[in-house]
């Protein structure tokens, strides 16, 4: 066969009517295959699900065209991507036993990927036809809350003398001189602003945000599926910002690393070595 360039595929004695050939069983060529145009996340991550396993991939479009935006530069497997327009507009699931493909349209407001559904009828499949037992499993996706948290850091400045002056510029909060990247935990929301949550506890990302140049805390910023009415049937990413008062200075990473350190001295001399 010319696909696998090996002729000797049809003279061996170890294939039987029982043997099947399994063809881009990588996650990444198996749905570039399908869907070349859209960008993935380089970060899938398995479910098991009534005894089988699924791979769940994120999946982005983009384009460099979007009017009067400052395009934004990524590098990927070497090679550098242009743009100014990005929506986390699919969630991808593949069986990972027989390899099939589903991909759900995840943004409905996204014109690229509405586009795409038209020129492809019945690749697409709405949010609403997943299984409930995936939408539990679904999660946002690390590289995209990072590239959102970044331009947020400089785009939350509205007043145009500010935004000039970047005197509110903020960037992710450091530990050991380097940026801690977004972090994923879970939360009791039981505070949480707007309707009353059932299902208190969240599997969330978290960022931490510091003034530009400081150690301390301005904000933190979480991201995930946090209402209950958006988590339990139908999914929705939500991200939220807690900023803290101006006038309350809020101790930064490194200050906190300290005092549990010097914290957990205090518990090493009081409790007896029992050796």
């Known amino acids: 066969m010319d696909f696998f360039k090996d002729e000797r595929i049809f003279f061996s004695a170890g294939i039987n009517n029982k043997s099947r050939i399994l063809v881009r069983r990588n996650l990444n060529k198996r749905?570039?295959?399908?869907?070349?145009?859209?960008?993935?996340?380089?970060d899938p991550y398995p479910v098991l699900l009534n005894h089988k396993i699924y791979w769940i991939v994120d999946a982005y479009t983009s384009s460099d065209r979007y009017p009067l935006v400052e395009p934004i530069k990524l590098t990927k497997e070497g090679k550098q991507k242009r743009f100014n327009y990005a929506?986390?507009?699919?969630?991808?699931?593949?069986?990972?036993?027989?390899?099939?493909?589903?991909?759900?349209?995840?943004?409905?407001e996204d014109p690229i990927i509405s586009t795409y559904r038209r020129i492809y009828p019945g690749l697409f499949k709405e949010l609403s036809a997943m299984p409930i037992a995936f939408i539990k499993h679904l999660s946002y996706p690390k590289a995209w809350f990072t590239l959102q948290m970044n331009l947020y850091a400089r785009f939350h400045?509205?007043?145009?003398v500010i935004f000039y002056q970047q005197s509110e510029a903020l960037e992710l909060a450091s530990m050991d001189e380097k940026p801690v990247e977004p972090y994923f935990l879970t939360l009791d929301l039981d505070e949480f602003p707007g309707e009353e949550i059932e299902d208190k506890d969240k599997f969330v990302l978290v960022s931490p945000m510091s003034p530009l140049g400081r150690e301390n805390l301005d904000s933190i910023a979480i991201a995930g599926c946090l209402t209950a009415n958006?988590?339990?049937?139908?999914?929705?990413?939500?991200?939220?910002?807690?900023?803290?008062?101006?006038?309350i200075q809020v101790e930064g990473l490194p200050t906190l690393k300290i005092r549990e350190t010097e914290r957990a001295s205090e518990v090493m001399i009081l409790v007896p070595d029992r050796r």
């Open 157 to 160: 400045q509205t007043d145009p």
């Open 31 to 42: 749905i570039k295959a399908i869907a070349p145009f859209l960008a993935l996340d380089s």
């Open 230 to 247: 958006h988590c339990k049937e139908h999914y929705q990413d939500d991200i939220y910002i807690y900023k803290f008062p101006k006038q």
């Open 87 to 108: 929506r986390n507009s699919v969630k991808i699931i593949i069986d990972a036993y027989n390899g099939s493909v589903d991909f759900y349209i995840v943004d409905q």
